[in-house]
């Protein structure tokens, strides 16, 4: 009798869900889900849903979202290309101006947290420490480097986040380019053009700061 007990709870279990272990996930995996979900506006609960655990499964790795929006700001800081010791001034930051705009369009969302958390320039302290050094090169002291670093990354962050919002599509399907053209006329001062959508401008903003570095750099 007991035997034929045993056969049959087999049995039940053969057929029934199997009992296994949970999906394996790293650190990671979690990161980059939180970047497809977007920098900016992740939830612990989307990042578990794309990676088909719950939410407290996330918690093994981090502690709270704020833990997982440092490590996802470590991984676009690890990306960004240093200069080389020697380059011209102009050249160094003209590289910096082009790794802000790079991991901005790289890592959607990072503009809107480098302003919305405030310990998020923290995370790239080592970049910001050899960029001044190159131009440490050329006589510049370290508040001088800095006030041209941030300068030029300001800028360069606070457009794209103006890009982000020509470049977002409402539940309609416009853009926000569109909705401007749609409400402002033809010759207007403010007319939108094409090159607002894209780096454009930008370009024109850096080229006005190295102009004025030619002739004073001020200190912060």
């Avoid at 007990?5 to 279990?13: E, L, N, P």
Wanted: charged share 25%.
């Amino acid at each position: 009798m007991s035997s034929v007990d045993v056969d049959g709870g087999s049995a039940a279990r053969s057929v029934g869900k199997k009992a296994g272990r949970k999906p394996a996930f790293t650190s990671d995996d979690v990161i980059d889900a939180a970047l497809a979900e977007g920098l900016d506006r992740f939830t612990l609960s989307a990042v578990a849903q794309r990676l088909g655990v719950v939410t407290t499964a996330i918690y093994r790795l981090f502690a709270s979202r704020e833990a997982l929006v440092v490590a996802c700001l470590d991984r676009a800081a690890a990306t960004i290309r240093l200069p080389e010791r020697g380059a011209d001034w102009r050249v160094v930051l003209r590289l910096f101006a082009d790794e802000c705009w790079r991991v901005c369009e790289d890592f959607p969302g990072l503009s809107r947290v480098v302003y919305d958390y405030a310990p998020a320039f923290t995370r790239i302290e080592d970049v910001l420490t050899e960029y001044a050094r190159c131009l440490a090169v050329h006589d510049k002291t370290e508040g001088q480097a800095m006030f041209a670093l941030d300068f030029v990354g300001d800028t360069v962050f606070a457009c794209h986040m103006g890009v982000e919002s020509w470049r977002n599509v409402d539940d309609s399907g416009a853009s926000g380019f569109d909705q401007v053209k749609a409400v402002v006329g033809s010759g207007s001062i403010i007319e939108p053009r094409e090159s607002w959508r894209e780096r454009g401008v930008v370009d024109v903003k850096v080229d006005f700061i190295l102009a004025g570095l030619e002739h004073r750099w001020p200190e912060i």
